[in-house]
């Protein structure tokens, strides 16, 4: 049986599997690099953030229309409900798609009617959040999220992620300053690859309610005091971090020691069509290497519900 969990931090353009990257340029006669889904898969190895991006970028090209993004968000949310997500907070990037011309009402329709089947059929909640991208100019951001706003675009709150070096939260404040404003709920990737000053950034610029990653805070002490006396969310991804070398093996893994440290963290998979595996598989490897204890297990389960943005009812109803 599977921990039940809430899963916080996934991407749905990470969740495109190899065949769904073939079968989709197939039907849209789009002419790929790759001739076979072993070719293909032979591009799975990355040094660090961005030679994972520049592929996951080149992917997601085969999304094209609103059936496109039910189809790959009903194949994720099966696959979540077999490894025991009970609830999501589904990451999309609204300007992967706009950039390639599609009409973003198309993608959050094809992504919302399956969250809603999802829902009646195996009961897993959710919330959509959009992310923007860090490689783009703020200007670019505070754009389409006005836009997004003015038009009564069905999100539930935003994020922030892409290439994180050189593009500090700082950049991002009005962005930010205008989510929170228009009652969206607001996060932030940081201290994935970029350093602990980028936490501090995005919990004193952006106001951050959750920090996607944060494993490079245990450099700052004064930042870990800080993080715990606020029971600061910390959406961690074991093997996204192995696969990217933000840490070199998984007996090297901080997770351990941000429990031990009071730290409010849960264990989340990030792109897992790229970096080995769903929720189930996190576990797995967690379970190989640290044989965590039944309590430990709990308490990254109860922090997956707490740090959600479940109305205070259903959490009670959850935990
Ligand atoms: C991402 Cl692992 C990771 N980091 C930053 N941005 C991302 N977008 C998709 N996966
Ligand atoms: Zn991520």
């Not at 198309?106 to 860090?134: M, N, P, T, Y």
């Not at 989340?268 to 297990?297: C, I, R, V």
Request: a negative charge.
């Amino acid at each position: 049986m599977n921990l039940p969990v809430a899963e916080l931090h996934i991407h749905l353009e990470g969740t495109l599997e190899p065949e769904m990257i073939m079968s989709l340029a197939a039907k849209h006669s789009i002419e790929l690099p790759y001739s076979s889904i072993d070719e293909l898969r032979a591009q799975y190895e990355f040094s660090n953030l961005q030679s994972f991006l520049d592929l996951f970028y080149a992917n997601m090209l085969v999304l094209r229309t609103r059936e496109d993004f039910h189809e790959i968000t009903m194949a994720y949310l099966q696959r979540a409900h077999a490894s025991g997500v009970r609830h999501v907070e589904l990451f999309f990037d609204p300007q992967a798609h706009v950039e390639r011309g599609m009409d973003l009402r198309d993608v959050i329709a094809g992504i919302r009617d399956a969250l809603g089947e999802a829902q009646d059929r195996w009961g897993i909640s959710h919330k959509l959040i959009a992310c923007f991208w860090r490689h783009a100019p703020a200007s670019e951001a505070l754009e389409l999220l006005r836009l997004m706003i003015a038009e009564k675009h069905d999100i539930d709150g935003i994020g922030l992620d892409s290439s994180e070096l050189g593009f500090p939260p700082e950049l991002f404040v009005e962005v930010f300053d205008l989510a929170r404003e228009s009652g969206l709920h607001v996060v932030a990737h940081a201290g994935e690859e970029g350093p602990a000053d980028y936490i501090w950034q995005a919990l004193d610029l952006l106001k951050v309610e959750r920090v996607d990653h944060g494993i490079r805070c245990l450099d700052d002490e004064k930042l870990v005091q800080r993080l715990v006396a606020e029971q600061m969310p910390l959406t961690v991804c074991p093997l996204s971090n192995i696969r990217l070398r933000a840490v070199v093996t998984m007996a090297d893994h901080p997770l351990p020691s941000m429990l031990e440290a009071g730290l409010k963290v849960s264990v989340h998979s990030d792109d897992p069509a790229y970096f080995g595996g769903y929720m189930d598989a996190n576990f797995a490897s967690l379970m190989e290497t640290f044989n965590f204890s039944t309590g430990q297990l709990a308490q990254l389960a109860r922090n997956s519900f707490e740090s959600s943005f479940i109305d205070e009812t259903a959490k009670r109803e959850r935990l």
